[in-house]
């Protein structure tokens, strides 16, 4: 079987304008709010028309001790034009989490599939 | 035929957890980036269990000379309690225009339904 | 406050492409599974390019005893031409209630804005 | 770095009740709507309740002449006890290609994480 897994592309994203980059804290508190901000093109922006686009970023975190991701959120980037306006592919979003572990950033370009990126993040 | 657009609700977000609270510019430059935070609870912190969450927000954008509203973003928030982990109902999203016009928030309660909220942007 | 829910508009959907057909049983018996077919342009079809197409349908469901609707679904139509592609706004979902109610379907046409359209079901 | 793409798992689907069985046409005509049905737990069916449900599924297209998969559709399966309401991990979804090709559906159980599986579409 063919598996959608090995499709998912990655790179530095200093060359590379479609890999999600991660910015969040190296370490945090057990509990406490953290918050992740992912940009797509942050050193070269990517195209956002009608015909390329970025569409959507998806968040998910890997607990050390855990056999499987737990998504943390989706998001869609809905506008590329229509009547002058245009989404940026730039989001914040906030979680807790009692444990240390890896989160991952995924996103869809509408001409250039899945790529994925991941910052370790350590719970004191 | 009855109308969804009857179910939503709004109110006084300090006094009522489920109102989107919008933090956005009040003026900004035409195609300038535009910076808008919606934080469900933030006054009064809205439950986060997996029998009752927050479920998504949607942010549109009406321009003041357009006849429809466009969608900027759809953001999920998946997380309520699996493996310790809590997504909270707080997003920051970036778009452009140039036009003024009105931001809406709209937000999902996976028991009390829909509800909505709404700022002036004006661009110069 | 301007209300995003006076910005959905429905019509016959045999005159207007927009307005999403709900096929659904009009009886059912508690618990049954219920098949939900919404369709966007069953009569008249609507464009689907790049620049113009319907992006989502949601369907809610609100029992007559309820005092909020539910989410039942969301569904993205996301291939508008890429490589050849197109996705059509036609989906097929399946729920299952003990209660009579209300199926509400919603949709968004990215230059057109939202519409709705609603059935009865009844829960024998 | 680590891959999210190692993450997905599969199997077979008589036994494995996380991966999504593909109903398709295994042959059409170019430009013949293709009607793709995907359910999670078909032989062996799924938990759905508030603490264990399945999210989401995603299907793909990826073209045999193609260097990246296109986003076909996203289902979100929102309702698992609200009110007495169940949504089923069962969508049908419609497109067309002019093109031979791999359909992907992956999905996404909240306890169990991510699942894929893939079928062959010949375009005559
Ligand atoms: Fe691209
Ligand atoms: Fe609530
Ligand atoms: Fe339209
Ligand atoms: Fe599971």
Redesign the pocket.
Known sequence: MKSIGTLYQSGDWKGE??VPVIHAPETVKSGEPIEVKVIIGEEIP??NTLE???GWVKVYFFAEDAKFPVEIGNYDFSAHGENGLFTEPNITTRFTTEKSGTIFATSY????GLWENSVELKVE
Chains 1, 2, 3, 4 share one sequence.
């Open positions: 304008k479609h990517h195209p390329h686009y970025i370009c509408n001409i250039h």
